[in-house]
């Protein structure tokens, strides 16, 4: 990673950008290259892409690095692992393999991100399994961490311990907070709740407060994600997954809902139009663009997924995340992390469910 | 069951309240008798509780059963259920099993109630675990029913059949739709996702679809229940209980945000005037009071249980469902829709989590 250090040296944060992945590919990662060069002035991108597709652009702090295939969204992992070997996501994660990128961002299909990334980047010394990691708003104005958000659809007590060293690492870099609070997102607070899993991932968790390595407050619930009880939340990730999209369900039959009412007749257009700097905060506040960029958490190089159908405020704001990430030495604080609880992962032993991904 | 059917005979719908149970007892489910009484001529209350909390309520439709205990909130199951047994929750569901009530109704501990109602009235043939079902609104202005919710935390495939079979009963007694639509909550719409037994629930869902027991759609996504893709949405009761509770956190911070931008100044607060029928229109909608009352479904007697915070609405709201599925014959419905799918439920072997509780 010597080209990485070098960089940083000169401070210059490079980011490799798969532009062909999403519902919309070029149309989308394009414009939002354009808007983040211009906001940082100290970045530079690596354009990943075919040649053809990305011929339209110049910007003196990008570079095209041409791939000749492109992995679809419907793509099975295995193809896209195997049969895709010149994708756009594969070549923008070999730039970080290589060190000629800091971090990676794509919005492409998430098992074949995960998949490429972690059979070309390995995992973390101590990490079975990477996950990927999310910010919601809260209502204490700030926003709660939840992972595994569909990394991991069966989760071991030891992963979800993973998991919490992970995204206290996350959290103590992007809050510069050293101990965040991390909660166990499970049916009830009480400590003999849940499956067996959980109620194990819990004795671990609580022995990871003992030792210092984990500022853990116990269970959460669901409403917790939302109210601001913890600053990271621990799930598996067919639950990230079904909590984070049944969020995104609601929040657009809400905003459905209030346009409907708005526009029913004149006075309620009237009452819109006076409403208008109230909504449009809430519109903000709801917006999921703000919140878009998982970090996929646990290899041994920094990428970024984006939402599929992001838009170009969405994407960019995953570049954002990179760029943060990247520059605040993110690897590295969770590496040393995950060093400092190496001794704790080391002593939850491995389980039949451990198995690595094919790679 | 002599009793429920001659009552049924004279019109009337008998329900057996637990008056003590909830965070409120008395001071909520009192009042929301009462009003209950007013609107349903055709109903009688067994009020069930100890005596002197219930000595102020006098109504001709209503009589009070005694019970000396009270099953708190944070209590064991075990201790509800082997040490308590004069308490109101279970005096309340003996009313059913004697058949002196056709649906008993409490807002108490739900697994104590869930504990309690299979002791006492045990599932229906073919059912191994009874599951909890609830409505959510959806976009489509009508409602999603979810199940299970909590009662299940570890599911096979085949539990999540029956709970499909039972949710299928529900919906088809309430809406009065004889297939309603069922999908499988899943972390994509393709049958590959999920976890193994996901998947397999998946293959015995489409099976019971080709045999007609189901109309059955395929898998769903967390966004799918407020969307209203499906009427029915299967999952176990870890999901559900994480979908449901993640969603009341964003509703409260949605609630929450929305009055602290409308105080801000004098034109915000102008602005919420103006807005107010709107405003108004969207609690409504999102008031979850208004979807209180689940279902304990695969249990040979009705039970419905009230969220533990439920006020007096609320309260009565629950009170409402269950004399709706009382006077619609749901347990009959469901009994003979498991008849139904009787050869299909047995041909799904079951499995070594398919233990039933201590009783």
Do not use: W
């Not at 992945?21 to 100290?42: I, M, N, S, W």
């Not at 973390?124 to 569909?150: H, M, S, W, Y």
């Not at 604080?333 to 991904?357: G, M, W």
């Amino acid at each position: 990673m010597a080209g990485v250090a070098v960089l940083h040296g000169a401070c210059m944060i490079v980011l490799a950008v798969d532009c062909m992945g999403g519902d919309h590919g070029v149309k989308v990662t394009l414009p939002a290259c354009q808007r983040f060069l211009e906001r940082y002035p100290d970045a530079r991108l690596l354009l990943v892409g075919q040649a053809e597709a990305l011929a339209g652009f110049a910007h003196e702090r990008a570079r095209v690095v041409p791939a000749t295939e492109v992995v679809a969204m419907d793509d099975a992992v295995e193809v896209a692992l195997r049969k895709k070997k010149d994708s756009s996501m594969r070549v923008a994660i070999q730039q970080v393999k290589d060190g000629a990128a800091q971090a990676a961002v794509s919005a492409g299909n998430t098992g074949a991100l995960m998949a490429i990334a972690r059979y070309l980047l390995k995992t973390l010394e101590g990490i079975e399994r990477p996950a990927i990691a999310t910010q919601l708003p809260n209502a204490k104005g700030a926003a709660t961490t939840v992972l595994d958000l569909g990394a991991n659809v069966d989760c071991t007590a030891e992963h979800l311990l993973q998991f919490a060293v992970m995204g206290s690492a996350l959290v103590s870099v992007l809050k510069n907070d050293g101990q965040p609070t991390v909660g166990l997102l499970n049916i009830g607070e009480e400590a003999i709740k849940g499956s067996d899993e959980i109620k194990r991932a819990g004795e671990l968790l609580r022995a990871a407060a003992g030792s210092g390595d984990l500022n853990f407050i116990g269970n959460v619930e669901g409403n917790d994600i939302f109210k601001g009880a913890a600053d990271i939340v621990v799930c598996d990730g067919f639950v990230g997954n079904v909590a984070l999209k049944t969020s995104e369900g609601l929040a657009s039959m809400i905003v459905g809902f209030l346009k409907e009412e708005f526009s029913r007749g004149i006075f309620t257009k009237f009452a819109a139009i006076v409403a208008y700097p109230v909504l449009k905060a809430l519109q903000r506040r709801m917006d999921h663009r703000r919140y878009n960029g998982a970090a996929l958490l646990g290899l041994r190089g920094l990428v970024f997924k984006s939402h599929g159908s992001a838009d170009a405020v969405a994407f960019e704001q995953a570049l954002r995340r990179a760029y943060d990430a990247a520059s605040n030495q993110l690897l590295d604080r969770v590496r040393e992390r995950i060093a400092h609880a190496a001794p704790l992962l080391a002593d939850s032993a491995p389980t039949p469910l451990a198995q690595p991904l094919p790679a």
